[in-house]
């Protein structure tokens, strides 16, 4: 699900003639994977290693004064890694 999608009209009206723009973001559910493994340091301290990649597709629909203007595609599909340090209790 997306949040708070929004267009900066400070950035955007001046390249519009001034006119009210509106970006909408439909709702996607996609894949996410993760590979890690945690490293045994000590009886009590853990190294933690994971990397994930999160496949999210979604459509963005441009406005312009509450007039749909535009259809575009959109992929983001970020890699997120990690390192980690743990205690055990």
């Known amino acids: 699900l997306f949040f708070e999608d929004s267009i900066d009209d400070a950035v955007v ?12 973001l ?3 559910m996609g894949f996410a994977w993760e590979v890690g493994a945690d490293f045994s ?16 597709d979604t459509e963005a629909r441009l406005y312009v004064n509450d007039a749909r203007v535009d259809k575009i ?12 340090l743990g205690y055990r209790f």
């Open 41 to 56: 340091l000590n009886e009590n301290w853990l190294f933690n290693v994971s990397v994930w990649n999160i496949d999210i």
């Open 26 to 28: 439909s709702n996607s």
């Open 73 to 84: 595609d959109v992929e983001i599909d970020p890699w997120v890694y990690m390192v980690g």
């Open 13 to 24: 009206s001046p390249l519009l003639g001034g006119a009210d723009a509106d970006v909408k």
